[in-house]
């Protein structure tokens, strides 16, 4: 490979800190800083020309934005289909035959897949019409349940192009999670595989699927064949998606959609024990799924992008299909886990594909640094031009490997932030424009706004920590509702300060230059190795087994994952704790919910600290594990119940290491 440019430069005097140089600006689609202006000087209009500018529509809006907060809605009238964006619309150019999807498949030996727009468009559009035939209409739920492999992005473009609402359910999920989200969204059909590989293993996909389909509404199953593992189909019920694909006619028309008819569902954890269907629409989800892959990745034809998401997360939704799918841009997948068959897997599969846009999580960053900070120096990642981070804060250690070692130190790092519900990036520095600044998130994407307000409401001082709101106009992409229940909409988001905030859930502070430090969830939503999960979802898991009176379930900071949970358990009455019935509550979360929210470690206590009203008070032993001051614990309903806590947890009074 020719000698590897550079793209960033250090900031003349302050210390890490970053600009784009020239070869960057020149190359990057917006390298002017005089778009924040122009954009919050009339946003509506801002976001009016990217939606027309961005997107192919069948018909214009005649509203770009009405509001009756806290409900919203985007590009009013206009009509589009989102799979046509993501698929038709190449095909009519010399993109045809350039590739959309590089599947990498996790055995060594098994050969990569390329799927070019043309061979996207054969398999979408075949599948579209599959979908029809086996009864499935405009509205209707699909439930998809499919490893990281590329029928995952045809299904959920074939959904999109006869307007089926997909929900995507991430693979490693239990059945009974599964269960839980095809029953609450009423979904008739489900897309799953035989199964997949996952470190090695094969894992039978179907047998969880079966397990969880009893008591839905599905009527159809839909399996791909990916191991051949020989399963048995249940009859007028399940079927082979390569037989069905080679049955289909070749062209499906794509059903001309409302900008404001739903795209997907997606489930996520919140601070109760049920997940909430965030529900996003097709307009204005996919013009922020464009234009932020666009500007904030700067993806140009050349580029190779990979996103380390697996699908059923939002990033997968947003950057491993819409965002990059809509541009015609390059994608790569892969299946496997990064650190399989060995620790240099992600470095070795840059190398081999010339992958130019790494976008992954903090989680994995720490993991692969942790185990040999050097490997990537063995590998030849020269063809890296930009570098993203998503999912938690990213601590400045594992920043400043990323960029030196990972990046050369010639790259620059978007440490992303958004959520389920935003649908796509909010918070980002623009590559570009900079400054490039570790551990600060950046500014509001152009035509978005966010503040800090502190307890009242009122915008917190610079540099304080507070909550982070977005205010109006919300971005195009953001929820439009929970799905089957319009109250908690309200209640999570817009509540704490009234219709015209929507809050986040998330404290930070505001920096120098309108940007935002992030520090992370002020609820009780955990955020394991990046993945979303809420206490009381493991904490029902636990109390689900006949010897336990109580769990309270709290995270502590960790190395690599950075934060794991903690559970607190009472046992019943008479009941011994032994390291066996430990085992057997882990097993209770992972039927529950899967191996990624297991708790790192289950402490069997008599009583957990309560308010007079019986409320368990997770600050107190969340601080308990963080050796931090507990305060006055007076006012306690059971005050005598800290001094047994200390000892247990090993409780050292002031801030030290995390146990
Ligand atoms: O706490 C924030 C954290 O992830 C939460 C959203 O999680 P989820 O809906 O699973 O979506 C994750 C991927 C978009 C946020 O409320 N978070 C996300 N990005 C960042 C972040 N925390 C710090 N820095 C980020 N860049």
Request: with cysteine.
């Amino acid at each position: 490979m020719a000698k590897p440019s550079k793209w960033v430069e250090r900031d003349k005097v302050k210390e890490n800190v970053y600009w784009p140089n020239e070869e960057m600006k020149s190359r990057a689609w917006v390298h002017d800083a005089s778009i924040y202006e122009e954009a919050s000087k009339d946003p509506t209009a801002f976001w009016s020309r990217l939606a027309k500018e961005g997107l192919d529509w069948v018909e214009g809006w005649s509203e770009v934005y009405q509001a009756k907060p806290p409900h919203f809605k985007w590009f009013l009238g206009g009509k589009l289909n989102a799979s046509y964006n993501c698929v038709d619309r190449h095909v009519n150019t010399w993109r045809r035959n350039k590739a959309a999807i590089i599947w990498v498949p996790e055995p060594l030996g098994e050969p990569v897949r390329t799927l070019t727009y043309m061979d996207l468009y054969r398999e979408v559009n075949r599948m579209a019409n599959t979908l029809r035939k086996l009864g499935v209409g405009k509205g209707d739920r699909v439930g998809i349940y499919l490893p990281m492999i590329p029928e995952v992005q045809v299904a959920m473009l074939a959904c999109a192009r006869i307007g089926a609402v997909h929900s995507v359910v991430f693979s490693a999920f239990s059945s009974a999670s599964l269960k839980d989200r095809l029953l609450d969204a009423g979904a008739k059909l489900l897309i799953t595989a035989d199964g997949y590989y996952r470190r090695g293993k094969a894992i039978n996909l179907k047998a969880q699927a079966d397990a969880a389909l009893k008591d839905t509404k599905v009527e159809k199953v839909i399996l791909v064949k990916r191991l051949g593992l020989g399963v048995e189909l249940e009859k007028s019920r399940d079927y082979w998606w390569h037989e069905l694909r080679d049955e289909a006619e070749p062209y499906c028309s794509p059903e001309p959609m409302d900008s404001e008819d739903i795209l997907f569902i997606l489930y996520t954890s919140g601070t109760t024990g049920k997940p909430k269907g965030i529900i996003h629409e097709t307009g204005g989800y996919l013009t922020q799924a464009y234009w932020t892959t666009r500007w904030i990745f700067d993806v140009h034809d050349d580029d190779l992008f990979w996103c380390t998401s697996d699908i059923g997360w939002v990033t997968g939704h947003t950057y491993n299909c819409y965002g990059p799918l809509s541009l015609g841009a390059t994608m790569l997948i892969y299946e496997g886990a990064p650190d399989y068959p060995h620790y240099g897997r992600v470095w070795e599969i840059v190398e081999e594909h010339g992958v130019t846009i790494l976008y992954t999580a903090p989680t994995m960053i720490r993991m692969l640094m942790k185990v040999d900070p050097d490997l990537p120096r063995k590998y030849d990642l020269t063809s890296l031009r930009l570098l993203g981070s998503v999912g938690e804060p990213i601590n400045l250690e594992a920043w400043k490997w990323f960029f030196e070692v990972v990046g050369g130190g010639r790259c620059p790092i978007v440490d992303t932030w958004w959520q389920t519900e935003t649908g796509g990036i909010l918070i980002s520095s623009l590559p570009g424009i900079g400054p490039i600044i570790p551990t600060v998130a950046g500014r509001s994407f152009p035509g978005t706004k966010h503040l800090i307000l502190d307890e009242e409401g009122r915008p917190a001082p610079m540099g304080e920590e507070g909550y982070l709101v977005q205010i109006p106009p919300f971005a195009p992409g953001m929820l439009r509702g929970i799905w089957g229940d319009p109250k908690r909409y309200v209640d999570t988001y817009f509540s704490q300060f009234g219709p015209e905030y929507y809050f986040t859930g998330d404290g930070a502070r505001m920096m120098e230059g309108e940007a935002f430090r992030i520090i992370g969830r002020l609820d009780d939503v955990l955020k394991v190795a990046g993945h979303r999960l809420s206490t009381a979802e493991l904490e029902n898991a636990i109390a689900s087994h006949p010897k336990v009176a109580e769990a309270a379930v709290v995270g502590v900071p960790h190395e690599v994952k950075g934060e794991v949970p903690v559970a607190f358990v009472i046992l019943k009455a008479g009941v011994e704790p032994t390291p066996e019935l430990e085992r057997e509550l882990v097993k209770k979360v992972d039927e529950a919910i899967g191996p990624i929210a297991r708790p790192e470690r289950v402490v069997f206590v008599t009583d957990v600290p309560k308010t007079r009203s019986g409320k368990i008070m997770r600050r107190i032993l969340r601080k308990l594990l963080r050796n931090e001051p507990l305060g006055d614990v007076t006012t306690l309903m059971n005050p005598e119940v800290v001094e047994e806590l200390k000892s247990l947890v090993g409780y050292r009074g002031s801030r030290g290491a995390s146990p």
